[in-house]
């Protein structure tokens, strides 16, 4: 079993900058993926970015991509999340996810181990 903990999320203006981290309780091992989820209001969960952990490959929904960055402090079992240019349509609780093999990175269905959640609210 893995644990996931996060921490970062709020609330900022449109334009603004967020980061979250997650720290996972031990080693998920080379193949798997670690990265984040996210539901907004009345939505269902959705793939936002992962990172495979033996390479660092990453990976975003096309909605992040340019303002969302995802990097990791491995000896730290660590991913985190720098989110810049936040728009309201961002505005969702965060959760943390690790799926042990990379291929199912994108598919809520298929994650392992999933943190609690963080709220990220954008509005004017």
């Known amino acids: 079993q893995v644990d996931l903990q996060e921490s970062g999320g709020g609330s900022v203006q449109p334009g603004g900058s967020l980061r979250l981290s997650c720290t996972a309780s031990?080693?998920?091992?080379?193949?798997?993926?670690m990265g984040w989820f996210r539901q907004g209001p009345g939505k269902e969960r959705e793939f936002v970015a992962a990172l495979r952990w033996g390479d660092e490959i990453t990976s975003y929904t096309d909605s992040v991509k340019g303002r969302f960055t995802i990097s990791t402090d491995i000896p730290k079992n660590t991913v985190s999340l720098q989110m810049n240019n936040l728009k309201p349509e961002d505005t969702a609780t965060y959760y943390c996810?690790?799926?042990?093999?990379?291929?199912?990175?994108?598919?809520?269905?298929?994650?392992?181990?999933w943190g609690k959640g963080t709220l990220v609210t954008v509005s004017p």
């Open positions: 996810a690790g799926t042990a093999q990379w291929l199912w990175h994108r598919d809520p269905a298929r994650v392992n181990y």
């Open positions: 031990k080693d998920i091992g080379s193949s798997s993926a």
